[in-house]
């Protein structure tokens, strides 16, 4: 079963403009952690944030989790064209395992 | 080799056919992951291994698919009688284990059965 659910399923924006992907999740976690896919194939882990922590910058990214509200936003500033993927949240942690329970995704294109 | 790599990229199988996918995680990676991918859909697990711990395919879907792992190095899923729903791209990940380590995935095998 789906442990992280990313909002939008879709995201379309121009290429300057900043990107805001959500996930919502069910039960605790330890950690949470955000990656890209390009084309359908291998992902490419982009950052991680723990629980004790509230916001995280790598870059032009941009993490925050709420404990509280069993949510993380990704937001990616300056968006680029290259940026077009699909971006997932996995959590670990819940019910003591390692095993990265990934969302749907959020498929962003970045039009040039 | 420096990252996680896996074979065949494409797979085309005739239904009912046997197919064994491959996995050559990274040196020194303890845990090893599989996951499905079908078309413009999330990860769904399908098995876990860490060290020499007996692995966790709670994901599995059915009692076709099993994968087995030797030591701490290659892993293969196998599947057997292929369905056309088997479509998919599978995925194989690996890392140092443990909680909150980053994952290291492989370019998948995109498996179609005809």
């Known amino acids: 079963s789906q442990q992280g659910e990313e909002d939008p399923q879709a995201l379309s924006i121009q290429e300057g403009e900043n990107a805001t992907m959500n996930c919502s999740y069910k039960t605790s976690i330890n950690n949470l952690q955000w990656y890209r896919q390009n084309s359908g194939r291998g992902l490419v882990h982009l950052i991680l944030?723990?629980?004790?922590?509230r916001e995280k910058h790598s870059g032009r990214l941009r993490v925050t989790l709420d404990t509280s509200k069993k949510s993380s936003s990704l937001l990616i500033t300056a968006s680029r064209a290259a940026d077009t993927a699909s971006y997932f949240c996995?959590?670990?942690?819940?019910?003591?395992?390692?095993?990265?329970?990934f969302g749907r995704g959020t498929s962003l294109i970045v039009h040039p | 080799g420096a990252g996680v790599s896996q074979s065949p990229s494409n797979k085309v199988t005739e239904k009912g056919k046997d197919v064994e996918l491959r996995c050559d995680p990274i040196s020194g990676h303890t845990a090893l992951y599989w996951y499905r991918q079908r078309l413009g859909q999330g990860l769904e697990f399908l098995i876990y291994?860490?060290?020499?711990?007996?692995?966790?395919k709670s994901g599995l879907p059915s009692d076709r698919f099993s994968a087995e792992r030797t030591g701490e190095s290659v892993s293969t899923l196998t599947i057997q009688r292929t369905q056309q729903e088997d479509s998919a791209v599978y995925l194989c990940?690996?890392?140092?284990?443990?909680?909150?380590?980053?994952?290291?995935f492989g370019q998948g095998t995109r498996l179609t059965v005809v």
């Open positions: 996995a959590t670990d942690g819940s019910g003591g395992s390692y095993i990265p329970t």
């Open positions: 291994f860490q060290g020499n711990s007996a692995p966790d």
């Open positions: 990940a690996s890392s140092l284990g443990g909680a909150g380590t980053e994952a290291f």
């Open positions: 944030i723990r629980s004790n922590e």
